[in-house]
């Protein structure tokens, strides 16, 4: 798990909901979360679009095993990862967007550059 941040949840809840929130973000491309979250999806979605890169059947395997939908790893083999083969990292923003209204907690979107 990159970082150290908990997100008031155990590991396993952790884990699920950040597989979950990627897995989300690369079908749709956008996401609006607050900004703890997106800078934990933020690694894990590149790391996603680089093993897309690799282009191997053990590469699409290691993506399966993160990524909860197969449409979803179709998708960034075949689709996402072609469009950054010249590009060496950098594939998502995280921009910033306000304060949301019923908890106060600080909103960002992340998006694919």
Not at 62 to 82: G, S
């Amino acid at each position: 798990m990159p970082g150290t941040r908990k997100l008031g949840k155990t590991s396993a809840q952790r884990k699920a909901m950040l597989r979950q929130q990627v897995t989300d973000f690369l079908d749709l491309g956008r996401m609006e979360t607050t900004v703890t979250r997106a800078k934990e999806i933020a690694p894990m979605a590149e790391k996603m679009i680089t093993l897309g890169k690799a282009k191997d059947l053990a590469s699409y395997r290691q993506a399966l095993a993160f990524i909860t939908r197969e449409d979803v790893a179709k998708k960034v083999f075949d689709e996402i990862a072609p469009k950054y083969a010249d590009r060496n990292g950098g594939y998502t923003r995280v921009t910033r967007t306000g304060i949301r209204r019923g908890d106060a907690a600080e909103t960002a979107v992340i998006e694919l550059v």
